[in-house]
């Protein structure tokens, strides 16, 4: 496994602003995920991060509504951008730390947008 | 049809008793399976992974497999209150992302 750190851990936000989370993992791994969890419902994939490499973003989810950096193997953040309402949500950073196809979460981040 | 079913619950059971959790996918070439316990407020955490038909039993847990009718489930015996908690399957295919089921909230009662 991996343990897996994200920054901030809650924040409410206003309107129309930005909000950049971070994701540190102990170790070096090769793909990053983040995921949002809407209150009462499942996980949802927004993007999957690469070292050096432009995110893949899935259907629904667009680079400039939600930027992703990967500077290292062991880093990335996701940022919320021009947040509305709609984004209140738990943002999540996973991990498959031994290519095992076992995926590892971060304590998550708990967005409330007003 | 969803890719990764479950009942939504919640499912109870008494203290001592044994939970019956079920799951079904829709892509028949899915390779790897999971189970995660997400407590209220907090993140998913892995407590099984299966990848052959069959039982794997891991202590009070056992994940069962059947290809054949795209159905996986998880079994909790002697189930505690600290076993109250949404159980989410998720489905793997190689070259292709987890698919989360919606999650079955289970409650054990004292």
């Known amino acids: 496994s991996a343990v897996i750190s994200q920054k901030p851990s809650r924040d409410i936000c206003q309107r129309g602003t930005s909000l950049t989370i971070q994701c540190q993992v102990d170790s070096q791994v090769t793909m990053m995920f983040w995921y949002r969890q809407q209150p009462g419902q499942s996980l949802t994939l927004i993007a999957t991060?690469?070292?050096?490499?432009?995110?893949?973003?899935e259907s629904g989810f667009v680079i400039d509504k939600f930027p992703i950096s990967r500077p290292n193997l062991t880093f990335s953040t996701l940022t919320v951008s021009n947040m509305s309402p709609e984004d209140s949500s738990i943002y999540l950073c996973?991990?498959?730390?031994?290519?095992?196809?076992?995926?590892?979460f971060g304590p998550g981040t708990r967005l409330t947008v007003l | 049809q969803k890719e990764v079913e479950q009942n939504s619950g919640p499912l109870s059971v008494p203290e001592g008793a044994i939970a019956s959790l079920n799951c079904t996918y829709s892509?028949?070439?899915?390779?790897?399976f999971f189970w995660y316990r997400q407590y209220s407020g907090k993140s998913p955490e892995l407590i099984m992974s299966i990848y052959s038909n069959g039982d794997k039993e891991d202590g009070r847990f056992t994940a069962q497999l059947n290809k054949a009718s795209q159905y996986v489930s998880l079994l909790i015996r002697d189930s505690q209150p600290s076993d109250s908690a949404t159980y989410l399957c998720a489905v793997k295919k190689d070259g292709q992302n987890f698919v989360f089921g919606p999650g079955t909230r289970l409650s054990v009662l004292p």
């Open positions: 892509d028949r070439g899915s390779q790897s």
């Open positions: 991060a690469n070292q050096g490499s432009e995110a893949t973003y």
């Open positions: 996973s991990v498959d730390p031994d290519s095992y196809n076992e995926q590892f």
